[in-house]
């Protein structure tokens, strides 16, 4: 009889504390990749084109709705920045002023498109396990070979 003994575990730190549920939480994968172009007549920009201007992403292939000069605003274009960009600030630039919000309703956004749960905010808390976890075990296995090379393991 062979016995062998094994230790497992895992340990998580630093898990956060309590959170606030008005977080931006949701992103669209469209966000980075609206933006391989250098401007309308490359690539559509259908969630920007809807905070400004209110139009519908089924327009955006439309060149002459691109008339908002929010499109150069250093505020959005400094957020996607090649080196550095912060997606949280480019997206709660939008969710923060109230006409952007207004005009991505128009344009058939969702309320929540970029802002969980707008209407909680301060509100609602994540509570999570803000300190360490630890997860331990200890394996013990029995072999034992018998005739002819019938092998029965317990674990």
Do not use: H
Request: charged content about 15%; hydrophobic content about 35%; overall charge positive.
């Amino acid at each position: 009889m062979k016995p062998t003994s094994s230790r497992t575990g895992s340990e998580r730190v630093q898990t956060g504390a309590g959170q606030p549920g008005g977080k931006y939480c949701r992103w669209s994968q469209a966000i980075r990749s609206e933006f391989a172009g250098a401007g309308t007549g490359t690539v559509p920009l259908p969630i920007m084109l809807a905070y400004f201007s209110g139009v519908a992403a089924a327009n955006a292939g439309d060149s002459t709705r691109y008339t908002s000069t929010q499109f150069a605003n250093a505020t959005f274009v400094n957020a996607l920045a090649v080196n550095g960009p912060s997606v949280g600030t480019f997206s709660s630039n939008f969710t923060s002023n109230a006409t952007f919000r207004g005009n991505g309703l128009v344009a058939g956004l969702p309320a929540n498109f970029f802002l969980l749960n707008p209407g909680k905010l301060g509100g609602a808390w994540s509570i999570e396990n803000n300190g360490r976890t630890w997860y331990d075990s200890i394996q013990v296995e029995l072999r034992r070979r018998l005739s002819r090379g019938l092998l029965v393991q317990g674990n």
